[in-house]
């Protein structure tokens, strides 16, 4: 064969052009590659960006200064009863509200009252609570404005309430600052009061319940299908069925966790507890398969160092394999979790999609979650609402990328290469 036109001749026209091709092949590869990591930056960019930018103004709100003098206009109350359990009732009907509103229109003229926020009067409560010194003399609140005139005071505008909230900023009587009640109230009808408290404190007990329920459940499982189970038929039906039960719609856990947890055992509904119990179900395949990825990864060689000197197979299991498998195992998990945390299909069956204006104080009472949250106030027709949204999703990202770093330390910080 002709020394120039072996294949083995570099220097050949055609080898050269067929090296060429492939450089070019390899290079179009990698812009292919860049180009996707570019575009799935650019989404989350455009995400983080637009999200920040309707939703930092959701962390504050506008407060109207109001003085109060309680000598000219007294709230016949009992200050020895202000610590009592029905404290708020008394205050109440002694017609707090009342005087609010006539002191929101001495100081602000004419429909002062509806320039603030319906339930500012519960800020004066709380504060006379705190300090029942208030009721001697006059003091100027801080009371939050009504959701228009916040809007306004943001945005700007025109129109009759825009030229009287620039009046008033003029006067220095508009003042803006963080919205302390979004980060400790539960939800409200009224934006100024409304809150993400209730609905955040309601999600890390519906996780922990969950997790406390599938992460040894799943462990257990992983490691009886892995160390101990044997290889036949039996063993094949429930590996396919757990890969199955993975990927079957959540709505469905939503649908059993009905029937058998509210309708069949009476658990009580739309409460924390009979939340984590589905999402536990909904996440413990996903922990399952995880682990037992994990645990095949370990090299059988640590296990056979083990029982050659003279480890017991439990002793195999949980002094070697396990503490090797942890990272993986933990990765997963909070993987799952963190999916779980974001669900709302599941819980909208059981309940958790009523209207809760409370904290909730134990795993069985009334609550919902911070995703719920998010979907209720989005369809509500007030703008004040379309901020709060914003903000309560900033918060949940927060609380998912917390997570998934946290994933990654960990898997970072034990794992073992070999």
């Known amino acids: 064969m002709n020394r120039e036109t072996a294949p083995t001749d570099w220097k050949a026209a055609a080898m050269q052009k067929r090296i060429a091709g492939r450089y070019a092949a390899e290079r179009r590869f990698k812009a292919v590659g860049l180009g996707a990591v570019l575009l799935s930056g650019a989404f989350l960019?455009?995400?983080?960006?637009?999200?920040?930018?309707?939703?930092a103004r959701g962390f504050t709100y506008t407060n109207v200064a109001v003085p109060i003098d309680f000598q000219s206009t007294p709230l016949t109350v009992d200050k020895a009863r202000l610590d009592d359990a029905d404290a708020d009732q008394m205050i109440a009907n002694a017609g707090l509200a009342d005087i609010v509103a006539f002191a929101a229109d001495e100081a602000l003229g004419d429909g002062g009252a509806e320039l603030i926020s319906e339930n500012a009067w519960k800020e004066v409560r709380s504060a006379i609570k705190d300090d029942p010194a208030l009721l001697d003399g006059k003091t100027v609140f801080e009371l939050p404005a009504d959701s228009a005139v916040d809007m306004m005071a943001k945005e700007g505008g025109r129109g009759a309430l825009g030229v009287r909230v620039d009046a008033l900023e003029r006067e220095g009587k508009?003042?803006?600052?963080?919205?302390?009640?979004?980060?400790?109230?539960?939800?409200?009808?009224?934006p100024a009061v409304a809150g993400i408290w209730g609905a955040l404190k309601g999600s890390v007990l519906t996780i922990f319940i969950a997790f406390l329920i599938a992460f040894p459940?799943?462990?257990?499982?992983a490691l009886y299908l892995e160390e101990y189970a044997a290889k036949n038929r039996w063993t094949d039906l429930i590996e396919v069925s757990i890969n199955n039960l993975a990927a079957v719609p959540s709505i469905i856990f939503g649908l059993l966790a009905l029937a058998?947890?509210?309708?069949?055992?009476?658990?009580?509904?739309a409460s924390p507890l009979v939340g984590g119990l589905t999402l536990a179900l909904m996440t413990m395949p996903v922990i399952v398969?995880?682990?037992r990825n994990a645990i095949k990864s370990v090299p059988p060689s640590i296990r056979d160092a083990a029982l050659g000197v003279g480890a017991s197979p439990v002793q195999v299991v949980f002094h070697h394999v396990l503490p090797l498998a942890l990272p993986g195992i933990l990765t997963g998990t909070i993987i799952g979790m963190a999916r779980a945390l974001g669900e709302t299909a599941p819980l909208l069956l059981i309940g958790m999609r009523a209207f809760i204006g409370d904290v909730p104080g134990g795993i069985c009472?009334?609550?919902?979650v911070l995703p719920m949250q998010i979907f209720l106030w989005s369809d509500e027709v007030d703008r004040g609402f379309v901020e709060k949204t914003s903000a309560a999703i900033i918060v949940l990202l927060i609380v998912l990328l917390s997570m998934n770093a946290f994933a990654i330390y960990l898997r970072n910080k034990f794992e073992k290469r070999w």
């Not at 960019?45 to 939703?55: D, K, P, T």
């Not at 508009?174 to 009224?190: E, V």
């Not at 058998?260 to 658990?267: A, E, K, M, S």
């Open 45 to 55: 960019a455009f995400l983080l960006f637009v999200m920040v930018g309707n939703g």
């Open 174 to 190: 508009l003042s803006t600052g963080i919205h302390w009640p979004f980060f400790k109230n539960a939800d409200a009808t009224d």
């Open 217 to 221: 459940t799943g462990v257990l499982a």
């Open 260 to 269: 058998v947890f509210i309708n069949w055992f009476g658990i009580c509904q």
């Open 289 to 291: 398969i995880a682990s």
């Open 365 to 368: 009472s009334p609550s919902t």
